[in-house]
């Protein structure tokens, strides 16, 4: 089976830094991506590793660990507006993409 | 502007009817996708199209039937046999080359059983 596990929640304070931890268990994977959803809206793309290490994207950054089945989403200097929900995604074979239960953000003053 | 249209916006479904929710896309996409999002939760993956003419389901087809007979569009049907559809709807695409998938989102159809 496929599987993908990430906290249901996380909280966190203006200007702080919160890591979202992802956890997967696929039949063929080519990549881990990331998502950011605010409520009642569409999911958009943030991110994608296919190969192991840290990619940087502004105050944010991904990892991947292709051996420990694991990556994170790492968001820095958080702001008000973070507050969303955020899904790591994974590309398995034939262009399936599955996605995770999502994290939940909170972002307070 | 390219993108990805879904419509309705808002659909209403008496029991025991089967409605059917519209995705386009002018991304010059190969695949496209369905999901379906309950209240604080996921996306679970229903039907998957990696091309014109063939998909696959995805982890709950049941209840639900596509097509795509076009590049562009990939309809979705809810049928009376899916018990319990109420829910938000959302189609995607991505360019269909493994290693490069970045999905762009439709802004969503949510369906109600009345």
């Known amino acids: 089976g496929q599987s993908l596990e990430q906290p249901s929640e996380v909280t966190a304070v203006e200007g702080a830094i919160v890591q979202i931890n992802c956890t997967y268990q696929?039949?063929?994977?080519?990549?881990l991506s990331w998502y950011q959803q605010h409520d009642g809206g569409a999911p958009t793309f943030l991110s994608y590793n296919a190969l192991d290490g840290l990619e940087e994207t502004g105050r944010f950054s991904s990892f991947l660990s292709r051996s420990d089945s694991y990556g994170y989403l790492l968001l820095q200097e958080l702001q008000m507006k973070d507050s969303a929900s955020y899904f790591c995604?994974?590309?398995?074979?034939?262009?399936?993409?599955?996605f995770g239960a999502g994290t939940r953000l909170a972002v307070h003053p | 502007d390219g993108g990805i249209t879904q419509s309705p916006k808002y659909l209403f479904r008496k029991e025991g009817q089967n409605v059917t929710l519209s995705c386009e896309q002018n991304l010059n996409h190969d695949a496209m996708y369905w999901y379906r999002q309950d209240p604080g939760q996921g996306l679970r993956l229903i039907y998957y199209s990696q091309i014109v003419n063939d998909f696959q389901k995805g982890d709950i087809a049941e209840g639900y039937s596509v097509s795509r007979e076009k590049k562009e569009s990939f309809p979705l049907t809810v049928t009376s046999a899916q018990k319990n559809p109420t829910a938000f709807y959302l189609c995607?695409?991505?360019?269909?080359?493994?290693?490069?998938?970045?999905?762009?989102f439709g802004q969503g159809t949510r369906l109600t059983v009345v």
């Open positions: 995604a994974v590309e398995g074979g034939y262009n399936k993409l599955i």
């Open positions: 995607a695409s991505t360019v269909g080359q493994t290693g490069n998938t970045e999905a762009f």
């Open positions: 696929t039949s063929g994977f080519y990549g």
